[in-house]
């Protein structure tokens, strides 16, 4: 056993209740707070998201909107270009 005394050896009864009493609080609260964060999580809208940390915009017109093509049609050209060098 250790010869350390504990850091609680000099709280009274009602201070050792009364700390007892915050640890089941902070506990019942975590629980509160993860149910709100979860359902918070539920109704997240990542364009709303989107809209607050890069402001309003259309995703829809240049320079934002997606690209006609994902790039693959132009990777197979120049694949085909390098079968035809060998």
Do not use: H, N
């Amino acid at each position: 056993m250790s010869s350390e005394t504990s850091s609680l050896a000099d709280w009274t009864p009602e201070q050792i209740a009364q700390g007892k009493r915050w640890v089941q609080a902070w506990k019942e609260a975590g629980e509160v707070m993860e149910q709100l964060r979860r359902d918070e999580l539920r109704r997240f809208d990542a364009g709303r998201a989107l809209e607050f940390l890069c402001g309003p915009a259309d995703y829809r017109v240049p320079p934002r909107a997606p690209k006609p093509t994902s790039g693959l049609v132009e990777q197979q050209s120049w694949f085909m270009k390098a079968v035809r060098r060998d």
